[in-house]
């Protein structure tokens, strides 16, 4: 099943991705396949199930908050413009 929210790349945008060794990076975007991901942050999959798994093992255990991301960002600016 494919996800209909990521557009289909057009063929300049695969040739990019492929002349840029799977990154391609602009202003105000990254592209990139999703092999690379770990080595373009540098984690091996190890180490990133390892820095993932208290996080994971906390959500199994139902030790979760709901987090509200515009409520979040508003009270960062309200801090913000305080200083």
């Not at 798994?53 to 413009?81: C, T, Y």
């Amino acid at each position: 099943m494919k996800n209909s929210n990521i557009p289909e790349l057009t063929e300049e945008q695969q040739q990019a991705l492929h002349a840029g060794d799977g990154v391609v990076q602009g202003e105000s975007f990254i592209i990139m396949q999703k092999d690379v991901v770990l080595d373009w942050f540098g984690y091996s999959k190890e180490e990133l199930r390892n820095e993932l798994q208290p996080a994971l093992d906390q959500i199994d255990r139902g030790d979760v908050a709901e987090w509200n991301l515009k409520d979040f960002l508003s009270e960062m600016h309200k801090q913000h413009g305080a200083d």
